[in-house]
């Protein structure tokens, strides 16, 4: 009896150390359980804060894009400063965009014609790149001339004749007396033209070769137009 004593004893206790294992068993998975859990939590977290961190980003990007707008608006007001076309806004009849005319910026021909009868039209051209301003009467020098002629003040025009790139102006000379009270006169193959204000001539193409002039040559002052120089 005492031997089945001690085998239940024995039992027993096998049966405590099997329950004592089973329990750490479960305290060690639940704890791993938990650990997992803790684990996972974490990870989540960290992602939704990674997730939080790259919004601002993103709308940093959004601000700097606004910003490229902003400076191409700006720079759209720049370009709008200096005007669609890329002038400068300066005025080419502005006073101090304008010259005067003279023998290195324009081209003089000189022709006689059928009426009034004894005339000469004188033409000038601006060659140059800048509205000139073409003041007084012009000065002309015949071959042979001891002088030069006088002007015919009637002629006078109320403003000074200008000439754009490219435009003419004109002037008369009444070559000679159509009764023979110039005296002789003689024949001038040549014909230089000065300008108000400037010492340099400038040969002026004589249409037909050649003129008749005597005492009373004259000229008129630069006008805008033919038919009122020759209508001097």
């Known amino acids: 009896?005492?031997?089945?004593?001690?085998?239940?004893?024995?039992?027993a206790l096998a049966a405590l150390s099997l329950t004592a294992c089973g329990s750490e068993e479960k305290v060690r998975d639940e704890?791993?359980?938990?650990?997992?859990?803790?684990?996972?939590?974490?990870?989540?977290?960290?992602?939704?804060?990674?997730?939080?961190?790259?919004?601002?980003s993103s709308d940093r990007t959004k601000t700097s894009g606004n910003g490229g707008d902003s400076g191409g608006s700006e720079g759209k007001g720049a370009n709008a400063g200096t005007g669609t076309d890329g002038?400068?806004?300066?005025?080419?009849?502005?006073?101090?965009?304008?010259?005067?005319?003279?023998?290195?910026?324009t081209s003089v021909t000189a022709a006689p014609v059928p009426r009034p009868l004894n005339y000469m039209l004188i033409t000038i051209t601006n060659t140059g790149s800048k509205l000139c301003d073409l003041p007084g009467y012009p000065i002309l020098k015949f071959e042979g001339a001891q002088s030069v002629p006088?002007?015919?003040?009637?002629?006078?025009?109320?403003?000074?004749?200008?000439?754009?790139?490219?435009?003419?102006?004109y002037a008369a000379a009444i070559l000679s007396a159509g009764d023979g009270s110039g005296g002789e006169g003689y024949t001038a193959t040549s014909l230089?033209?000065?300008?108000?204000?400037?010492?340099?001539?400038?040969?002026a193409a004589l249409q037909g070769g050649d003129v008749h002039i005597d005492?009373?040559?004259?000229?008129?002052?630069?006008q805008s137009d033919s038919?009122?120089?020759?209508?001097?």
């Open 1 to 11: 009896m005492r031997t089945r004593m001690l085998a239940a004893a024995t039992v």
């Open 31 to 56: 704890g791993a359980a938990k650990s997992s859990q803790s684990t996972s939590e974490d990870a989540a977290a960290g992602s939704s804060s990674g997730s939080d961190d790259a919004t601002p």
């Open 87 to 105: 002038t400068d806004g300066t005025d080419p009849d502005a006073p101090e965009n304008r010259v005067p005319c003279t023998a290195a910026n």
């Open 150 to 169: 006088p002007v015919i003040e009637d002629s006078k025009p109320q403003a000074v004749t200008s000439l754009k790139p490219g435009g003419k102006g």
């Open 192 to 203: 230089q033209i000065g300008f108000q204000g400037s010492d340099r001539m400038a040969d």
């Open 215 to 222: 005492s009373k040559l004259r000229v008129s002052y630069w």
């Open 227 to 232: 038919a009122t120089a020759l209508g001097s």
